[in-house]
């Protein structure tokens, strides 16, 4: 049974005929810093639910209010109603994503989701229909005798890893089948799925939306994939950034479209332009380069994101872009070369245990500030970029990425345009909860920068 499709009218009554088996509903929403929270209610409840909202305490939320101002109401929406399959709990189960209120029955400024969907709304208005999709890696790992955490798959074959579907060997594909067929279940439609390139490492591409859309199957794809690790094989389905020093990391390349309104037109294509890709399109990655370090505390939020974001690997730290390249920050996919509706970016640096709704709000919002100020991203660097000498690098202009979240948290202070887009309060709130974590994190520092500490583990591996 799929969800509900987003944008017809399909009401109440349907939503209740389609639950009318269930036995209890999860009501879920996401935190400032992008973490799935939520209560479970009985089926019976259900309608006065989505009538009223139902009430929780807004000041033990991270981001939340203050306790002299606890009363907060989460009520669901509609269009997100979804059936969670059998053996995630072994009951019949539906859920819905929810909106965050306060009591006087105002959206609460601090929901991530009503901050990507302010943004979504500024953007039609603007005349701009913005498009969003993501590729999210994950290991599965199993906890060890000695308190670490190795692949479900043996490490040494690393290399041999990507597209394995040797039977007997790819021990992960039939875990990737059941996510699939779950994702399906939950209304989510998959595009292909395949192992990546570290041991027991896994990726699931879903068809693209708008952001709001795409940051809510993003949020419910993490969700199924650890429950189904956890409830049907015993394993730890982990978003870590870097689980382990000298391995390949966990990404979230997310993918930027841009559209008129009206019309329907790509406003990214131009098949005379560069990569096929429109002058419009060129100022809206000109603007990206142009934030890409205060991006990073948001797109990159973790003390473990930086020891991703190194050399020699697929994670880029360079700030540049160009066609095909992997090597670029800002990648222009051109598989099939010419075809308009497939212009589109791929900015790589972002990692899953980023908040999608806060994610694509900034990002977005960097692009057209790229459009609205005409900044020119420079010449396309079609070469590996990581084979260049600091001299080259200097010569081009190509500027790094922060080396640490601290760094990233300091320039996204500074930055006008980030903190806009999520609005002052949340940009604060933000920054603080940020700085805590680093403060946190210095007291385990290792003197190699790069080494993935016995701390970070134990703090981002479930996360």
Not at 158 to 185: H, S, V, W
Not at 251 to 264: N, Q
Not at 346 to 360: H, S, T
Request: charged share 25%; hydrophobic share 35%.
């Amino acid at each position: 049974m799929l969800g509900l499709k987003r944008g017809t009218n399909q009401n109440v009554e349907l939503c209740f005929k389609l639950m009318k088996n269930a036995e209890h509903v999860l009501l879920h929403f996401t935190d400032l810093l992008g973490y799935f929270r939520g209560r479970t209610i009985p089926a019976e409840a259900a309608e006065k639910a989505i009538a009223e909202g139902v009430g929780f305490d807004g000041s033990s939320l991270v981001g939340g209010v203050g306790i002299e101002e606890s009363d907060m109401i989460m009520k669901p929406d509609i269009a997100t109603f979804t059936v969670c399959p059998y053996y995630f709990y072994d009951k019949s189960v539906v859920s819905f994503i929810c909106n965050l209120y306060t009591p006087e029955g105002r959206r609460f400024i601090g929901d991530p989701r009503y901050v990507c969907q302010k943004s979504l709304e500024k953007m039609r208005a603007e005349g701009y229909e913005p498009t969003a999709a993501a590729e999210l890696e994950f290991y599965l790992v199993q906890k060890a005798p000695d308190g670490s955490f190795q692949p479900v798959e043996n490490h040494l074959l690393d290399k041999q890893r990507y597209f394995d579907i040797a039977p007997g060997r790819d021990m992960t594909e039939n875990f990737r089948l059941d996510l699939t067929n779950a994702l399906f279940t939950m209304g989510i439609e998959v595009e292909r799925e395949h192992h990546e390139v570290g041991a027991a490492q896994n990726e699931i591409t879903f068809k693209y939306s708008d952001p709001v859309a795409t940051s809510d199957n993003i949020m419910r794809y993490k969700f199924a994939a650890k429950a189904i690790a956890d409830r049907k094989y015993g394993w730890i389905a982990t978003f870590m950034p870097k689980p382990w020093f000298g391995k390949p990391g966990n990404g979230m390349h997310i993918h930027l479209g841009l559209f008129d309104v009206k019309t329907g037109k790509n406003l990214f294509y131009d098949k005379n332009g560069y990569a096929h890709l429109s002058q419009k399109c060129r100022y809206f990655i000109g603007g990206i380069l142009e934030h890409a370090r205060a991006l990073c505390a948001v797109v990159a939020p973790t003390v473990n994101s930086y020891k991703r974001l190194v050399p020699g690997y697929e994670a880029p730290v360079y700030i540049t872009w160009s066609k095909k390249n992997r090597s670029a920050l800002i990648r222009v996919p051109e598989y099939f070369p010419g075809k308009e509706n497939e212009a589109r970016i791929e900015f790589r640096c972002p990692d899953p245990l980023c908040n999608p709704y806060l994610a694509y709000t900034a990002v977005f919002e960097a692009g057209l500030d790229g459009i609205k100020k005409k900044i020119e991203p420079g010449d396309p660097v079609d070469v590996n970029v990581y084979h260049l000498n600091e001299a080259k690098l200097k010569e081009l202009g190509i500027k790094v990425l922060p080396s640490s979240l601290k760094e990233a948290l300091e320039e996204w202070a500074s930055d006008d345009v980030c903190v806009r887009a999520l609005g002052r309060e949340n940009a604060e709130k933000y920054l603080e909860l940020k700085m805590q974590e680093w403060r946190e994190y210095e007291a385990h520092m290792p003197e190699n920068k790069n080494e993935v500490t016995w701390w970070e583990q134990q703090k981002y591996i479930y996360a």
